[in-house]
C-alpha cells in the first residue's frame, strides 16, 4: 500500500514562496499520474496540479504561473514550487496517486499579513 507523506508547508507573506515536498514508498514508476490538491476546511478538495511518469503537467488556473509540480521516480519524490503566494492559497496540500485516489496526510500552507 503506498504511504505519502507531505512537507515543507509553513506560514508565509503574500508574495513569498513554499516549495512542498512529497515522498512516496512505492515507486514513482508505477505510479503514472502524481497530483496535488489543496482544501480549505469545510470546503471541496480542489485540484492544483499534476504531472504524468512523462512529464506532462497540467495547472489549476488559479495556480498557473506560480506553481510548479516536478518528479524525480528515482528518489520517489514529487514537489510542488510555489511562488508569488496569495491568502487565497492558504489551504492543506495534499499529494497523491490521482488514479488510486491515494492521498497523503498534508501539510499546511498559510499566506498571511
Known amino acids: 500500500q503506498v504511504q505519502l507523506v507531505e512537507s515543507g508547508g509553513g506560514l508565509v507573506h503574500p508574495g513569498g514562496s513554499l516549495r512542498l515536498s512529497c515522498a512516496s514508498s512505492?515507486?514513482?514508476?508505477?505510479?503514472?499520474?502524481m497530483g496535488w490538491y489543496r482544501q480549505v476546511p469545510g470546503n471541496e478538495r480542489e485540484f492544483v496540479a499534476s504531472?504524468?511518469?512523462?512529464?506532462?503537467?497540467i495547472y489549476a488556473d488559479s495556480v498557473k504561473g506560480r506553481f510548479t509540480i516536478s518528479r524525480d521516480d528515482v528518489k520517489n519524490m514529487v514537489w510542488l514550487q510555489m511562488d508569488n503566494l496569495k491568502p487565497e492559497d492558504t489551504a492543506v496540500y495534499y499529494c497523491?496517486?490521482?488514479?488510486?485516489?491515494?492521498w497523503g496526510q498534508g501539510t499546511q500552507v498559510t499566506v498571511s499579513s
Open positions: 504531472i504524468s511518469s512523462y512529464g506532462n503537467t
Open positions: 512505492t515507486s514513482l514508476l508505477t505510479i503514472y499520474l
Open positions: 497523491g496517486d490521482m488514479r488510486a485516489d491515494s
